[in-house]
C-alpha cells in the first residue's frame, strides 16, 4: 500500500537521523575525553616524559625485585608495573591515573548537582564539552595535573576522599557497577600510601562522629549518610595490604618504614637530642645513638637520606 511504504521511508529517514545524532554524540564525547585527557596531562607533555620524582626509582624497586621497600608501597609499584605494560611505556600510569581522576570528577560533578537519577549516566557532570570547564579550571588553576602527570602515589590521596564521599553520601545514587568501581578505585588508593590509610581512617571516624549526632535529629542529613560501605571499604585495605605484600614476597606485613620517619620528624623537631642529651649524660652505652649526638642531621630528609647519617 502507498500509506505503508511512505511510513517506511519515513521511519528509515528518522532512523537514519537518530544514528546521526548518536554517533554525533559519541564523536563528541570522545573528543571532550581526549581534550580533558590532554589537560591532566599537560604537565607531562610540556616536560616530554611523566614527571618523575626521587622516590619514583623505589616503586619500581619493590615492584621489580618484588620485595618491601622502606615507605614504598609495593601495591603502587604493582600498578606501575602493570599500567605500563610490565615497563614498555611509563606513559601508562599517568593515563591512568588522568582517566581514573577524570571519571571520578565526573561522578562528583553528578553528585553534586540536584538529584537526577543515578550517577554515571549521561546529564551533570556527563563526558560532553560542557564538561571541559571543572576539568580546565582544576587542570590550569590548582596542582592537580601536577599528580596526575607524575610517576607517584600523591594523587590517590584526594582519590581516597572522592571514593569514600561517594560511598557515604551518594551510595543511594550509585549503580551497584559504579559502587564496585568507585570501590576499587578507593581500595588501590588506600593501598597506594600508609598515609592514605590513616587519613581514610581519621574520615570513617568523623562521618561516625556525624552519624551519631544526625541520629540525635541535628543536623538530620547527617542520619542518612552511609557508615558502613566507606568503614568497610578502608577496613578492607588494612587487611588486604598485608597479604598483597604476603602473596609476593613472603613478608605478611603492612608497608615497612613508619617508624624511621616518625623518628626523623621527632629529631627535626629537637626531641632526639633532647633525649639524646639527658639519658647518654647518665649512661654512654644507653642508646646505640649515644655516640652520634654530637653529629646529628638537624633535618629529617638528612636522616633518612644522607649517605653519612647515622
Excluded at 108 to 132: E, I, K, S, V, Y
Excluded at 267 to 284: H, W
Amino acid at each position: 500500500m502507498p500509506g505503508s511504504s511512505t511510513v517506511r521511508h519515513l521511519g528509515a529517514r528518522l532512523g537514519g537521523f537518530a544514528r546521526a545524532g548518536l554517533a554525533r554524540r559519541v564523536l563528541l564525547s570522545l573528543l571532550a575525553t581526549l581534550a580533558a585527557l590532554v589537560l591532566m596531562l599537560w604537565p607531562a607533555l610540556l616536560n616530554g616524559f611523566p614527571i618523575v620524582f626521587f622516590d619514583t626509582g623505589g616503586y619500581i624497586e619493590a615492584a621489580a625485585e618484588r620485595e618491601l621497600v622502606e615507605g614504598r608501597s609495593l601495591a603502587y609499584g604493582l600498578f606501575l608495573q602493570a599500567a605500563s605494560l610490565n615497563w614498555r611505556t611509563l606513559w601508562g600510569p599517568v593515563v591512568a591515573q588522568s582517566l581514573l581522576t577524570l571519571w571520578l570528577l565526573r561522578l562528583l560533578c553528578a553528585g553534586l548537582a540536584p538529584r537526577d537519577g543515578l550517577l554515571g549516566t549521561n546529564g551533570p557532570g556527563g563526558n560532553g564539552p560542557g564538561a571541559l570547564g571543572p576539568v580546565a579550571l582544576l587542570a590550569l588553576g590548582t596542582g592537580m595535573a601536577w599528580y596526575t602527570a607524575q610517576l607517584m602515589p600523591d594523587i590517590a590521596i584526594p582519590l581516597v576522599v572522592a571514593t569514600l564521599w561517594l560511598l557515604a553520601f551518594r551510595w543511594d545514587r550509585l549503580s551497584w557497577g559504579t559502587r564496585l568501581g568507585a570501590a576499587a578505585v578507593g581500595l588501590v588508593s588506600l593501598l597506594s600510601h600508609m598515609s592514605g590509610m590513616a587519613l581514610g581512617a581519621g574520615l570513617v571516624a568523623v562521618l561516625a562522629l556525624m552519624k551519631a549526632v544526625g541520629a540525635l535529629g541535628r543536623p538530620r542529613s547527617w542520619r542518612a549518610l552511609r557508615l558502613l560501605p566507606a568503614a568497610a571499604l578502608v577496613a578492607g585495605s588494612v587487611v588486604a595490604l598485608p597479604l598483597l605484600n604476603g602473596a609476593v614476597t613472603g613478608e605478611t606485613r603492612l608497608t615497612p618504614g613508619g617508624p624511621l620517619f616518625l623518628f626523623g620528624s621527632l629529631l627535626q623537631q629537637g626531641q632526639v637530642r633532647r633525649l639524646l642529651d639527658e639519658r647518654c649524660a647518665e649512661d654512654p652505652h644507653a642508646y646505640a645513638l649515644c655516640s652520634y649526638r654530637h653529629r646529628l642531621p638537624t633535618t629529617a630528609d638528612e636522616f633518612l637520606w644522607a649517605e653519612d647519617s647515622p
